[in-house]
């Protein structure tokens, strides 16, 4: 039995960084996006007046703030303790192993389950929901208590190949969509050449990527999709050498998408869940007699014979479907070689047989960890006990794995008819937990003929001048910097860049964020560059949103220190004034703006630490607050690991 202790681990410790990301990211933008003057108020997704039992409360919307008014505490202070809670568990996993344990992680997924329920808007997004699966795995992952994280046991390789599953589905779900969108940017292998411009945030190496070759950026999206579509399907292949490889690619194109793009803490989840493609061997190696380590030596050389062997397999099939060539001008020319149509025949086709691979890599992980458990495991009581513990936490991935077939076959409609009802029952039972999730993300690529941006603007006067607001992050004044900003995800710059691809009417919390810009809020005002804040003193008596279209400045432009240039498209949405009826009925109807005041506090030492929390944290960017978290963990970690050698000595 290979071994993954040390493996499950560091995936365990790493969900921990992701998990102390996610809560500390969400706790910073609580006042602005969710406090009772917010943009979208928790308080208007629990209603603590309606009379009902807690549990018909908790069936009703599974969250943790119905124990608000238990605490003595409102919806806005209730969502700072259970981020807080979420910070406190997910830093402890980190500095130290003994955290790492089952009951940690439920804590850890409850939590962020709850603010998922009330996040709204600003939550749906893929990287949320695969957070919550993930953190799912975790907790069978997991060891049930502290002791048995030193011990490798037959169930652990049962439990870390759903995570590796889950990584299956997630990457070459991407690669997936991409083509069957039928977006020509993909299909003509002109992606890149868009998608470093038009992406949310870009990071300043962005703009240097966007004007790199355009036969580099072709071949660049070549190997995106091999990446996403092909490399996936040996994530389940027996030799572990042509795994690894496999984990090198993934993380590569991880890495290349984080300093290129701002997306949050989701490419380090990502990397995260590479590491299922691993196990303790990558890390160190058991020394071996003589005779033993020929047998080794004579097996790594044939593996890395048939690693050679399949993954050059692998680049003659992309010469050829890809139509590689070398160019007089030493440049490598490239186009896709199939149509839609043969795409489409061979997804029907490669979409079963997928499945019977994850059926016969799992059922080979549950047979070897079954007999693991009789013939490995010392002493009668050892073995019924490794039996029993094996077999359930068989049962549970067996039931995660036929659950996720059911997104996962939607990936082609041909087998949308074949899934047995049975299975469509029970992952509509548990699909509002997503612990199996469908996934895809650049289906289409935006921005095409320009990169669309909401500038929102305020005036004193109906007549004008107009100021524009500027946000943190996001593209506003054409001279502005770009950003280095993850882990962190500033949701509203994140929402911003959405509502660019639709109109207002298609994004109601527009509505709400004028009115707060309205009235001054500075819980919102904190979301947005304060600094250059066009209305410090008092707010403006006119809000209204024009719509831009922005392009990255040519490499002969740098010289004027300005990295967009932009042109005026036309109104986004009209004029509106903090009295305008129609707003205020709107806002009322939304539950936005209340006549009656909110929960009262009654818990009034809790409110003064949270209080003085908040101001402490106020005071520091977030991205530098995050990393700076990361580095006192890890501070932490090394001195803990240098006291503990020095007692050994």
Known sequence: MAQVRYTRNLFLRGMCIIYLFAFLSFYIQIPGLYGDNGILPARTQVDFKKRATLFNKLKQKPTLLWFAPYLGLNVEYMLDVLSLLGVIFSFAGFISQKFCIAPVFAGLWSLYYSLYQIGQTFMWFQWDILLLEAGFLCILSAPLWYPRWKSNTPSDAVTFWAVRWLLFRLMFSSGVVKLTSGCPSWWKLDALSVHFES???PTPLAWYAHHLPTWFLRLST???????????????????????????????????????????????LTICLCISLLNDQFFYKRRSRSDMSRIMS?????????????YGGLMYGT???????????????SNIAFTQEQFDYVLSRVIPISIYIGMISLGATTLDAMLNSVFFVKGIYNKISSLVVTFFYVIAVWSIFCISIVPYASLHPSHNSTIPIQLRQAHATVDHLHLVNSYGLFRRMTGVGGRPEVIIEGSDSIDGPWKEYEFLYKPGNVNNSLPFVAPHQPRLDWQMWFAALGTYHQNPWLMPLAYRLLTGQPEVLALMNTVENPFRDRPPKYIKASLYYYHYTSCSQTRIHAWWTREKLGEYFPIFSRDHPPLIEYLKKMKIIQEKPSSKITNEPAKLILDNLRSLVGKMEACLLLWSILTAGSAIIVTGYNNSVSKKK
């Open 199 to 201: 992406q949310c945030i």
């Open 319 to 333: 010469y050829i479907y890809y139509n590689l060539r070398i160019t007089n001008n030493w440049t490598i020319e």
């Open 222 to 268: 070549v190997f995106t999709n091999v990446i996403e579509l092909a490399i996936p399907l040996l994530f389940f292949f027996p030799d572990i050498k042509v795994r690894r490889v496999a984990f090198c690619a993934q993380v590569f194109l991880q890495i290349c998408i984080i300093i290129t793009g701002n997306y949050n803490f989701f490419n380090f």
């Open 298 to 310: 004579n097996l790594t050389t044939e593996s890395a014979v048939l690693t050679v062997l399949v």
